[in-house]
């Protein structure tokens, strides 16, 4: 991934990571802004698609699952 990229794909998750963070839960989050085309994951993915083995594939998983549990806490 070249690094123009690299850092558009850092700004995507830290931005997403901080609405988790200040929405508390995934669940309070409106699906719609976060999925829908051209919204946040939807971007993510985009610049995901193709670039990522299934062990990478499962990393991401698991560090959104990690961002979750820290925004229960």
Known sequence: MAAQQHENL??????FAERVNKAG???????DELVLPDM???????????????TQLRR??????RLQQ???R
């Open 40 to 54: 946040d994951l939807d971007k993510i993915a985009k610049h995901l698609k193709g670039a990522l083995k299934s």
């Open 10 to 15: 850092s700004q995507l998750v830290s931005s």
């Open 60 to 65: 991401v998983f698991h560090d959104l699952k």
């Open 25 to 31: 839960q995934l669940s309070k989050l409106v699906i």
């Open 70 to 72: 820290q925004a229960k």
